[in-house]
């Protein structure tokens, strides 16, 4: 094993990415998502995705949900070193429950006239994306589904004239009658 | 008049806060004062339940506060000002999450209005602090600040210890507000830390231990923190199984080093033995410690053929570096207590004489071997002096960082937990001169020694002057090679003998030193001198800067060379050019 002179045991790790998505329900105080974030970066953890909003007002209950890459042993570690956390209620890892529905919700705005027109439109009604503005030269499509399925939406504008995207992050539930 | 002005709970913020430390049971703080905590010092003032001890800077009232808590079991507190005073608590808290030790830090904030307006000594506390913290807050409402007060020290203490920090701004501190005492409710209901270990868990546990053949026990500074009978308990867990028993750095003294079963200590500086055992076992017991990369050399190639068991409090600990086969999470203590009970009930102590008699042979290569010189101190030898001196005295001991800290640990024999305070994952140089004034303040009749180097003595000398204000006669024995000895060797070892930036040229001389602070300052060059020399410095009543002349280029061995695994240590009497270079030969190809 060649290596360069160091008192650290420098090893490279071969096992596979993976990508997960992880539910935190955390108390929605300050700083508590600058935690979250600081972990991540801290620790060099990827984040793919973020999403974060107050869910239940009463119980000052927030509801962060994080799609991040990294091996098995990296993603166990992010999910013990969020669950470790003071504020942090309970970590879910939607990924391995296998019963989750994730969506995300974009805004495309896509510019063009003529033929490439009727083609946008036409590709935002199979789709079922809606036009939440339009001027002549102009539509905003507002489209909901899986990270694919936007994607997808997304490479057909742009030949069509896509000018920019604003997309929500990832939000994900468990399916069935049980909370997380 | 009000009612409300005779309500004994209605008191300003500053106030509160000397409450809050009087009901947690805190006689001793270490602080700087500032602008924006002059409140509190007001408060200090006109009270005579909590000492507040001066410091020189405020990192030397963190190391030292840790120092306190490590040694007593107890939260250290620390009082700072808002910026330079909360920057420099940045060291000692990173310091104290590293190494699990409960830390208390209240910090002074401009007020509320100029937070965000770059005002005269602002600076985002909580947001540097963050990410050294186990927690930490900023009290923007009087009214809140007793229920952060109290969650603060239940966090600090709870589950696996930690710093916490309080940020408190000075408008926070002069506005009334109500107090009360401490209450459960105080604490996130999101904050729970398991205790108790899952009885499935322990069962297979003991079946691992009943069938080991070649069984170690791995302790580290999780049973330390867990309290006398997590101790107690270790212990006997080693008595009735008949186990070997090594520990981490952080560990040592949970196990009488005294004691038959010990193997001294492992990793990188480890004995042989223990890093051998560590390495051939089929069970292996990990109590409280986190499979730390000094401990385990090469991952890949770490005690490949057992099975694992790891016991922490910590899910995070778990699975971290190295995968464990029976996970247990919990509180060591606890933990202990039901595997003892399990094994004794159902299980025999196994037969591994075999085992012992391997142990034999690589403890018979008596791997800390060095040549003693008559006409130089060897650093180990002094070590061992002063071991000798101090053996069967009430003796604490506190370390800078570097070969001294390793020397330290190889050669002094811990009794009892609780009597060695190191920096261990945060390796601050500095540590230990202020350790010893919060040890010296915790245990005012004990002696407490600082074994230090003389490039790390000098990062906090200043509180020396600490120790002289408050006539706290501690020790500093100061290794003195001239060099920064672990830099200056893995700089021979590893970067050709280029010794970049590592000599010290311009040294202080030591004793005129201690002389200029009120103490006392000896000195010593030759080997016959070193006994009489140490017994004065015991005799001393006043704070001594021991200045031990020691052979300047002396390497710390046995050492498991970067990228090696645990049974490719290299010995001191295979540490000639050669082996070294051959050892190291992966690296050098490369410099």
Sequence with gaps: ?180 | MSDKSHDPNQMTGAAMIVRALIDHGVTDIFGYPGGAVLPIYDEIFQQSEVQHILVRHEQGAGHAAEGYARSTGRPGVALVTSGPGATNMVTPLTDALMDSIPLVCISGQVPTHLIGNDAFQECDTVGITRPCTKHNWLVRDVNDLAKVLHEAFYVATTGRPGPVLVDVPKDVQFATGTYHPPRKSDVHRSYAPRVKGDATQIRKAVALLAGAKRPVIYSGGGVINSGPEATRLLRELVEVTGFPITSTLMGLGAYPASGKSWLGMLGMHGTYEANMTMHDCDVMLCVGARFDDRITGRVDAFSPGSKKIHIDIDPSSINKNIRVDVPIIGDCGNILGDILQVFKAEAKKPDIKAWWQQIAQWRARNSLYYRKSNDVILPQHAIQSLFEATRGKDTYITTEVGQHQMWAAQFYGFEEPHRWMTSGGLGTMGYGLPAAVGVQVAHPDSLVIDIAGDASVQMTMQEMSTAVQYELPIKIFILNNQYMGMVRQWQQLLHGNRLSHSYSEAMPDFVKLAEAYGGVGIQVHKPGDLDGAIQEMISVKRPVLFDCRVASLENCFPMIPSGKAHNEMLLPEQANDEATAKAFAGGKALV
């Design chain 1, 1 to 180: 094993m060649n290596q360069p002179a160091s008192a650290y045991f420098i090893e490279e790790r071969h096992d596979p990415n993976e990508t997960h998505t992880l539910s935190v329900l955390v108390q929605n105080e300050p700083g508590v998502l600058a935690r979250v974030i600081g972990l991540f970066s801290g620790r060099g953890y990827n984040i793919e995705s973020l999403t974060v909003s107050e869910t239940e007002s009463q119980k000052h209950l927030s509801r962060i949900t994080i799609v991040t890459t990294g091996t098995p042993m990296v993603i166990e570690q992010i999910k013990h070193q969020l669950d470790r956390m003071i504020p942090v209620y309970r970590v879910v890892d939607m990924t391995l429950t296998k019963r989750s529905i994730e969506r995300e919700l974009a805004m495309v705005k896509v510019r063009g006239e003529g033929e490439h027109r009727v083609e946008a439109l036409r590709l935002a009604d199979a789709f079922r994306a809606r036009v939440i503005d339009a001027t002549t030269e102009s539509f905003v499509f507002e489209i909901t589904g899986n990270t694919d399925k936007i994607n997808q939406f997304i490479d057909l504008m742009r030949p069509l004239g896509l000018v920019e995207v604003s997309r929500t992050g990832v939000a994900a539930i468990g399916r069935g009658p049980e909370g997380m």
